[in-house]
């Protein structure tokens, strides 16, 4: 077990308030993470006042209901805070963050930044709601656990693994997730809503294919203006996830999604099978895991260099590796 899990359990106990943040722009695991853990504190500890301060929701998971509203400023200076699911301190949603009394950072991306009074991180982890998982497991005499709390981490683990594909997943995710899916996930239930989409998404896709490109050594891209999201009524997040249309294609190691936001700046995702894109990623105002980050360009020039350094990249690879796919 890492000295850490003994510290925040620690410390939750110490507090009578404690605040739960993640970052902005939250996905599965982020959502997962951080309404699983205060599903399990407040399940274990109903005398305390446990509450999810965040600035954004996903829609995506808006089956699960409302979250906390946000406090005054003055409730945070006696509180404990958990940051989750975040390397760095700017990209919290909520940046009331720092007011918090003392800080915990339960992450499971590369370490970019420190901050926090205790840090808890597990790069090799596929999801931080494995964390959190492995957190219960460890002090499972003590915390309490039920189906809803349980779901909450299994959707982590699952959206954040690529229904459990990339190579951080291991044996002990197995059996983590089996520990959850033991408190009676509906996996059902939990599959449409994760699966099902709105017609016009699949119009979407077809869009996608059509207009994808592809680069000498490989690398395929797409640029979704806001001209498109608009002719498809796609709101920003729903047009990133064109970046999983790209995800299949033989011999392309690399595949990128350039949507361009409401000021005119360009969100980048960035995928890769075996060959790490997270520098590349840090290079354009980014980072997040060897082989899926995110960036942001600032003008067509800098997408198109950005696509240059990804063909090389490529090539690079390319050259110098056997067993590619
Ligand atoms: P996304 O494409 O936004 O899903 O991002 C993929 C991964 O990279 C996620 O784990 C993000 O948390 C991380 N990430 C995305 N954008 C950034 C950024 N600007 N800085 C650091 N990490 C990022």
Known sequence: MNENMQKILDKIKEYDKILIFRHFRPDGDAVGSTRGLQAILRLTYPEKKIYLQNADFSEYLSFYGDEDELLPDEEYADALGICMDTATGKRLSNQKYSLCKELIKFDHHIPVEDYGDIQWVEEHRSSCCEMVAA???????????????????????????????????????????????????????????????????????????????????????????????????????????????????????????????????????????????????????????????????????????????????????????????
């Open 135 to 325: 957190f219960y497991a460890a002090f499972q005499d003590e915390l309490k656990i039920d189906k809803q709390a349980a779901t909450y981490i299994y959707t982590g683990m699952v959206t954040d693994s690529g229904r459990f594909r990339f190579r951080e997943v291991s044996g002990e995710t197995m059996r983590l997730a089996g520990l959850m899916l033991d408190q009676g996930v509906d996996t059902d239930t939990l599959y449409a809503h994760l699966y099902m989409r709105e017609f016009e998404s699949f119009k979407f896709e077809a869009f996608v294919h059509e207009h994808m490109r592809i680069t000498p050594a490989g690398v395929a891209t797409v640029y979704i203006s806001q001209e498109t999201q608009a002719a498809f009524g796609l709101s920003g997040e729903e047009a990133s996830s064109c970046v999983s249309y790209m995800d299949s294609i033989k011999g392309s190691l690399i595949w990128l999604a350039f949507i361009e936001n409401a000021d005119g700046s360009i969100r980048v995702r960035l995928r890769s099978r075996f060959i790490t894109v997270s520098e590349l990623a840090e290079r354009y105002s980014g980072g997040g895991h060897a082989c899926a980050a995110g960036a942001t360009v600032y003008s067509e020039e800098e997408m198109e260099r950005l696509i240059a350094e990804a063909d090389t990249l490529l090539k690079n690879y390319k050259e110098n590796n056997d067993g590619w796919l």
